[in-house]
């Protein structure tokens, strides 16, 4: 045990002084580590008790409820029903879109009630997901590409993306409502008179168009971050070389901001999944426009344990896409985060 | 010997064309750059101007199309307050103010300990901490509410102070922690070391030599903290009553003395005081506050 000696003292194990950790480091090393370890879990338990508090019980007890009956009356029927466990009968009605009938047993939900809307609000959070996603990506990188430029007033363009980003959601929501106003300033600067929030497509427009102004800054704040972390040499030697443009875009930029560009998509695409503030204000979700976080609110006053179940389903939707992002798209959030710290001891 | 020469100045010829050419397609680039700037400014500033300028129109103006501010009237900010119509915005700003300061104090007192753990100390598990807390960040608010609903109506909170308060730190403690790690990371830590070799204990060199230099990175991610939590509205849309209810939920709701009639002049300058001290503070610590949020995305 005394062969080898690591970099700090080697203190004796309190135990009898047993050999626990046998490895290629030092002891001296292992017991740095250890010594970390417990000052790491002191400097943490704060944090992971607060957020067990609040996020961990929260979703235990979501899952618990999601399994039991709701006791009162039942909306589609008018009958009473009793609580009680109903094992996975929330999920299968959800995603059946079945309500209970008055004879018991099961039947199609009547069209209007919540329980109808379930694919069509998983179908609308996707659309405004997959649209907004993609413009925002689009726009915040063409963006980010002038910001990154040296031009005077850059400094003017870095700030002024920074206003969208800075005005709460709630506030954009009534501001849009106010442009997209029958006479409003869009109809008017565009000449139509178009009912902006009265019929699906446009209202569904209406969103993406707010949602986009609101968060391409975001988005282009990301990818700028990634594009000033490629050293402008690599550009030098390759306009050296002779590449074009598209070249240096497709074969530089692309590639080494890949990694950032990943993130920004990952963070955006999870907000977007769990959009509620906009349409919720904009459109009221009216006309289609109701996602699945509008469908949880909506429902939790007709009965929690419904309401527990459907956003299980939203969470583990969301899971889900996460993890194909991780897994399979190479969004490696952790470890873009975790890196630097494990170079220095 | 002539022939040398010629082609001596046909090279300086082509040259200088070259130079020229490419000093033009230099200056076109330029002048695209510059109309893609200005497409961005117009793009991005216009609709919040189109607020503001709403804001100080007469209600008779609402739909007024001049760019220039006009029919300039200070009587919008009066509607925003007046509470004759049930609206509460001025209890609501103090609201919002005391929730998200509270909210912003918890989160950087409790997370700025897992953040300098985060940063500094190697750990077992460090990574299925940090996943963890990212996870959290990205979690969504429906998964919370509905059994936050239900407990908060047995136990008699809702509406409460606290019942808002408790929610939002579960949005804001992970971003939090979060973006001091990686503001942690970049500090010039040579100092810790050199304070400990003085004789300093970590915690000492922590308080004493760390803790300073942390500061503008700490109240940047107290400015990114508050704001987060000052745009919160799902929790607070369910949770919160007519007394505690936050500006956001507030200006949702916002009524007009008819029901049919929307009082867009008075929701514009609602707006637009919510909006401008956010906007100013951001402006200000602009260079700070992005290096915050672009933290983690990129090393």
């Not at chain 1, 030098?236 to 920004?264: C, H, N, Y």
């Not at chain 2, 925003?80 to 919002?96: K, M």
């Amino acid at each position: 045990m005394a062969t080898e000696v690591g970099p700090t003292p080697v203190k004796a194990p309190a135990s009898g002084g047993a050999p626990i950790h046998h490895g290629p480091k030092g002891v001296g090393e292992d017991n740095k580590i250890l010594s970390q370890g417990k000052w790491a879990s002191w400097l943490l338990a704060p944090t992971i008790i607060a957020l067990a508090v609040v996020i961990v019980y929260p979703i235990i007890s979501a899952i618990v409820m999601s399994f039991q009956k709701d006791a009162g009356l039942d909306p589609a029927t008018g009958l009473f029903t009793a609580g009680g466990p109903a094992g996975v009968q929330n999920y299968v009605n959800w995603l059946a879109q079945q309500c209970s009938a008055p004879a018991g047993g099961t039947v199609a939900c009547p069209p209007g009630t919540l329980g109808a809307q379930f694919w069509s609000a998983t179908a609308t959070t996707f659309f405004f997901t997959v649209v907004t996603v993609t413009f925002e990506t689009v726009l915040g990188f063409w963006m980010a590409m002038i910001m990154a430029r040296t031009f005077k007033g850059r400094s003017m363009v870095r700030a002024a993306v920074l206003v969208p980003w800075a005005i709460p959601t709630a506030v954009t929501a009534k501001l849009w409502f106010f442009i997209f106003a029958f006479e409003g300033i869009a109809n008017k600067l565009f000449n139509t008179s178009i009912l902006w929030t009265g019929s699906e497509w446009p209202a569904k427009w209406a969103v993406v168009i707010a949602d986009v102004w609101k968060t391409t800054p975001f988005m282009a704040l990301l990818i700028l971050a990634g594009l000033q972390m490629i050293p402008a040499e690599v550009y030098e030697a390759a306009k050296v070389d002779g590449a074009s443009a598209w070249q240096r875009f497709r074969l530089i930029t692309l590639p080494l901001v890949k990694p950032a560009l990943m993130v920004a998509i990952l963070f955006r695409t999870l907000d977007a999944l769990r959009m509620f503030d906009l349409p919720y204000i904009l459109t009221g979700g009216a006309n289609n426009t109701t996602t699945l976080s509008i469908l949880v609110i909506n429902q939790i006053r007709q009965g929690f344990n419904a309401a527990a179940a459907l956003s299980t389903i939203t969470f583990i939707i969301i899971f889900l896409v996460a993890f194909i992002f991780v897994r399979f798209l190479g969004a490696n959030v952790v470890e873009q985060s975790g890196a630097t710290g494990k170079g220095k001891k | 010997m002539t022939a040398a020469t010629s082609s001596a100045t046909s090279l300086r010829a082509e040259q200088d064309r070259g130079r020229r050419k490419a000093q033009n397609s230099e200056k076109w680039a330029q002048g695209r750059t510059y109309i893609s700037a200005a497409v961005i400014l117009i793009w991005c500033l216009a609709p919040a101007y189109w607020m503001v300028v709403t804001a100080f129109r007469e209600v008779g103006f609402t739909y007024d199309t001049s760019i220039l501010p006009s029919h300039v009237t200070l009587d919008n900010f009066n509607t925003a307050f007046d509470t004759s119509f049930g609206n509460r915005f001025g209890q609501a700003l103090l609201n919002s103010v005391f929730i998200g300061g509270v909210v912003t104090l918890v989160s950087l007192i409790i997370g700025v300990f897992a953040a300098y753990a985060l940063a500094r100390l190697n750990f077992r598990f460090k990574y299925m901490v940090l996943g963890f807390i990212l996870g959290a960040s990205m979690f969504p608010g429906v998964a919370l509410i509905t059994p936050l609903f239900q407990l908060f109506t047995n136990i008699g909170w809702m509406g409460s102070y606290q019942a808002l308060i408790i929610p939002n730190i579960s949005f804001v403690l992970p971003l939090t922690v979060y973006t001091m790690t990686s503001f942690f990371r970049e500090m010039p830590w040579e100092l810790e070391e050199s304070a400990r070799v003085d004789g300093c204990t970590q915690g000492q060199a922590f308080r004493k030599v760390i803790m300073p230099l942390a500061a503008p990175a700490i109240f940047t991610t107290a400015i990114l903290a508050f704001i987060s939590s000052w745009n919160e509205f799902l929790i607070a849309s369910q949770l919160s009553s007519d007394a505690t209810q936050p500006v956001t939920v507030a200006i949702a709701n916002f009524a007009g003395a008819q029901p049919n009639q929307v009082p867009y002049t008075a929701i514009m300058a609602a707006g637009t005081i919510v909006t401008i001290p956010l906007v100013i503070l951001v402006l200000v610590f602009q260079r700070k506050i992005v290096a915050g949020l672009t933290a983690g995305a990129v090393k």
